[in-house]
């Protein structure tokens, strides 16, 4: 008897290595450890012996049955986590950022005409030693009007329909002038810098009008600068963009922060001068606006009048954009339309 029990632990033991699925196991541990398996046929067995065989062999035959379940459980694990790792490599997802998302039908996102622009735009004056600033859009009332020399009683802060928060004292930059003064804050003369970004005027809407749009704030400030300096620097700057000469206007305009103060016209690139709804059928296209910096302004910024002056200017990239595209309608800009922005990818 007790033979066959080292013969069915044998058995036992090499097959139990082979077993590979949890079903293959649980019939495995049935044909061994079961009602009817091998073991209990042996053990009925028993009635024949003596009582000291009876004793010894169940014993014998206890130690084997404790020695079985604990291979089996083991056994029955290592399935357990081959299993779990077979899953694993079977659903196993890349997730490193390739190239390849074009293969899959998809297309590379093209950036928008305003972000491109913009950018060429900073490109030119990082060529000419400009720095690049960046200002709130959320702003206080003093660096958007106060300190640029517009009190609060001055009519000018009407001439830009301004989104208050209620608290009255923020407000969404109605202009990028704000850079202006936080340059100036952090700078010391002589500097120049832009600072492009998104202002925001309560404005009814038309194709050339739109209550978010974008502009480019300049300023130099230095010693001995002149108007002159600023009339070749931005007739130097307007052929950089339109890569061509184009016909430029400058006339008086009245912004309270430099004085004396210009207004820049350009020739409507979309009608070539003969009028459409972008120009407003006038043939010409308000560029920026520039002027000297008032000793206000410079002294708000904690630079010296005395010592230092210099000439700031604001130019719409919106327009811009529409004249270098041919786009004729500034909504397209903000439409989320990705039709429309896939069109420049080429450009
Ligand atoms: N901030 C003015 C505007 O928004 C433009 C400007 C900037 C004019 C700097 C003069 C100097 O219209």
Not at 59 to 70: D, I, P, T
Not at 287 to 302: D, E, S, T, Y
Request: with cysteine; proline share 4%; aromatic share 10%.
């Amino acid at each position: 008897m007790l033979q066959k029990l080292e013969e069915v632990k044998k058995e036992f033991e090499s097959g139990i290595s082979s077993i590979r699925s949890l079903p293959d196991m649980a019939q495995f541990k049935a044909d061994f450890l079961g009602k009817k398996g091998k073991l209990n046929a042996l053990m009925s067995g028993m009635r024949d012996l003596a009582v000291e065989e009876k004793k010894a062999f169940g014993s014998k035959a206890n130690e084997v049955k404790q020695v079985m379940l604990a291979a089996i459980e083991e056994q029955g694990r290592k399935i357990e986590v081959e299993q779990i790792n077979a899953k694993l490599e079977k659903n196993r997802q890349d997730i490193s950022w390739t190239d390849k998302i074009t293969d899959l039908g998809q297309q590379a996102a093209g950036l928008h005409p305003i972000t491109k622009l913009t950018r060429e735009l900073e490109d030119i004056f990082l060529s000419m030693g400009f720095d690049i600033l960046d200002g709130p859009h959320i702003e206080d009332e003093y660096h958007n009007f106060e300190a640029l020399n517009i009190p609060e009683s001055h009519p000018a802060r009407d001439m830009q329909d301004t989104f208050w928060f209620k608290d009255a004292e923020h407000l969404l930059r109605t202009h990028t002038s704000n850079i202006q003064i936080r340059g100036m804050e952090q700078k010391k003369p002589p500097f120049k810098f832009v600072g492009p970004g998104k202002v925001f005027r309560c404005e009814a809407l038309d194709a050339s009008h739109e209550a978010a749009f974008h502009q480019l704030e300049g300023m130099m400030v230095g010693r001995d600068i002149s108007v002159q300096h600023m009339i070749h620097f931005l007739r130097t700057l307007l052929s950089e963009i339109f890569k061509k000469d184009i016909n430029v206007r400058l006339r008086p305009g009245f912004f309270p922060f430099v004085e004396p103060g210009f207004e820049l016209d350009y020739e409507c690139m979309l009608c070539g001068g003969k009028g459409c709804p972008v120009c407003k059928q006038v043939g010409w296209v308000e560029g920026l606006g520039c002027g000297m910096v008032h000793p206000n302004v410079l002294k708000a910024g904690g630079v010296d009048p005395n010592e230092f002056n210099g000439f700031a200017f604001g130019m719409g990239i919106d327009r811009l954009t529409m004249m270098r595209y041919h786009i004729d309608d500034v909504r397209h800009f903000h439409s989320g339309n990705l039709q429309f922005s896939e069109q420049f990818k080429a450009y």
